[in-house]
């Protein structure tokens, strides 16, 4: 069993930063791909990013491309998603996720394991 969770969010003005984490425990985290996904109220849970087990590979939505950044750190079992020049439309609940397939899915249904989520809220 794996258990995620995830830190850092916030409110935040247009234009600002800010850096989510995800803590994992439980199984060894360094073979599973990790992914952030967010959801907005009234919307479908939507992939933002994911990177591969190694930290050699990672995938962007397009919403996100050139300002969000995906980084993980095996040895601390942490996984970060760096978010600058933010947008009021990338206010929504951030969660965290866990993929054993290393599939570097960006579909929610390949990921075994989520966190609860952290809310980040953009202000224009």
């Known amino acids: 069993q794996v258990q995620l969770v995830e830190s850092g969010g916030g409110l935040v003005q247009a234009g600002g930063s800010l850096r989510l984490s995800c803590a994992r425990s439980?199984?060894?985290?360094?073979?599973?791909?990790m992914g952030w996904f967010r959801q907005a109220p009234g919307k479908e849970r939507e992939f933002v990013a994911v990177i591969s087990w190694s930290g050699d590979n990672t995938h962007y939505a397009d919403s996100v491309k050139g300002r969000f950044t995906i980084s993980r750190d095996n040895a601390k079992n942490l996984v970060y998603l760096q978010m600058n020049s933010l947008k009021p439309e990338d206010t929504a609940v951030y969660y965290c996720?866990?993929?054993?397939?290393?599939?570097?899915?960006?579909?929610?249904?390949?990921?075994?394991?989520w966190g609860q989520g952290t809310q980040v809220t953009v202000s224009s």
């Open positions: 996720a866990a993929d054993r397939r290393l599939t570097e899915s960006s579909y929610a249904g390949d990921y075994d394991y």
């Open positions: 439980g199984r060894t985290f360094s073979h599973y791909d």
